[in-house]
């Protein structure tokens, strides 16, 4: 089935800096990858998502790339604020079922 | 829009009880909602898919007597923990497929369950 790994687990950050978030796939047939953000005790916010016939997506500080032949996309976030700490998870989908195969998250610390 | 709504927020019950969570889709019909247990500083461990009308499709390890789901309407799922013991303390958190066709989740805020 399909595994999906996500590196690091914690990034810590200089306050405006660039942040990049990597994930890896197992299954060439996985179509959908979407990135969530979760604070403590919320619920998880998706931030940003890409379909496999797009090689990369931008929203404002946001962007998410996608290379299908190493089966690898990567979260950027460029100007990093305080209020961007939290924990990143991304995830892939084949949409026969719909259902999300998660990586494990990543802590992102933004330091004053 | 696509806003998912869930309740209760927290409860607190003793053992051998049971407790329902409902998780509703406020702005949009939702033909697939999943339900997701989170333990702390883990990722989102995926319980079961649940289709309106049918029966509900459980992931290899969660028991369906125990963790029983309902999707009676396209806006509404429920899970009903039954005989709760404290190792079912958890965050439950519900999501609803968006649009016809897509992949898109959008997610409850959860449902803090301990177990005393």
């Known amino acids: 089935g399909e595994n999906v790994e996500q590196h690091p687990s914690t990034l810590s950050v200089q306050e405006g800096d660039s942040a990049v978030i990597k994930c890896t796939y197992s299954?060439?047939?996985?179509?959908?990858f979407p990135w969530y953000k979760q604070e403590l005790g919320k619920r998880p916010q998706l931030i940003i998502d890409?379909?496999?016939n797009v090689g990369e997506k931008k929203d404002q500080r946001i962007a998410v790339t996608l290379n299908k032949t190493a089966k690898h996309f990567s979260l950027h976030i460029t100007e990093t604020q305080p209020e961007d700490s939290a924990v990143y998870f991304c995830a892939a989908s084949k949409g026969s079922n719909y259902q999300l195969i998660w990586g494990a998250g990543t802590k992102l610390i933004i330091k004053p | 829009g696509a806003v998912v709504s869930q309740h209760p927020s927290r409860v607190i019950c003793k053992s051998g009880t049971s407790v329902k969570i409902e998780c509703r889709s406020l702005?949009?019909?939702?033909?697939?909602m999943f339900w997701y247990r989170q333990f702390p500083k883990k990722s989102l461990m995926l319980m079961a898919t649940s289709n309106e009308g049918s029966k509900a499709t459980y992931e290899q390890g969660v028991e369906k007597d125990k963790f029983l789901i309902n999707h009676a309407s396209l806006t509404l799922s429920t899970l009903t923990v039954t005989s709760a013991h404290p190792e079912d303390s958890s965050f439950y958190i519900c999501s609803a497929r968006y649009g016809q066709g897509a992949d898109t989740q959008y997610f409850g805020p959860g449902t803090r369950l301990t177990v005393l």
């Open positions: 299954d060439s047939a996985s179509n959908y």
């Open positions: 702005d949009f019909q939702a033909t697939t």
């Open positions: 890409i379909r496999s």
